[in-house]
């Protein structure tokens, strides 16, 4: 069956440094997503992607945060300068008409 | 065991027990509805989703139930497994037509054997 992937599993950075987080989503899908996760918290919406770029985004993603498709199969959230309220877990989820699909997600620590 | 009354951070079932998990949403303009589990250190799995024009979808050991008139959604899992044990997460797509989802807080269910 396929599914999301996500590289790396675990990232941990020092604060200031930039960080590039990756995702496979599944291949007929056209939405992606960047959700994500702090530690025992609810999972909460960062971007939408769509026919290459972003449909909506939330007030997290400012302007330390980018996405990109650079090719057909990835597609990638960098944060330019972490801090280190950004320590999470990073989810990438797709779809294809309703359903979204996650990954396994990225757990970000930053120092 | 069942839960009784709205969102409950956790939830205790003897296996094999039935066991209701309640959400309460947020945006009236939500008329998508999912269901998620979440075991530790994964990411969230889809169990099921119902659209606004149901009121009840069944899935396998799975039912969501849908009441628009009180802002409600509870999932059902009959004959709970260990296997169910995880967080569960309701999720709805607001007013946005971009897909994004709204997240509930999450109810940890926990399958005593």
Redesign the interface.
Known sequence: EPEVTQTPSHQVTQMGQEVILRCVPISNHLYFYWYRQILGQKVEFLVSFYNNEISEKSEIFDDQFSVERPDGSNFTLKIRSTKLEDSAMYFCASKFQETQYFGPGTRLLVL | GESVGLHLPTLSVQEGDNSIINCAYSNSASD?F?W?KQES??????II?IRSNMDKRQGQRVTVLLNKTVKHLSLQIAATQPGDSAVY?C?ENGS?N?????????TTLQVKP
Not at chain 2, 98 to 106: D, R
């Open positions: 998508y999912i998620y250190g994964k990411g969230p799995q889809f989703d997460f999720a946005s971009t897909g994004k989802l709204i997240f509930g807080q999450g």
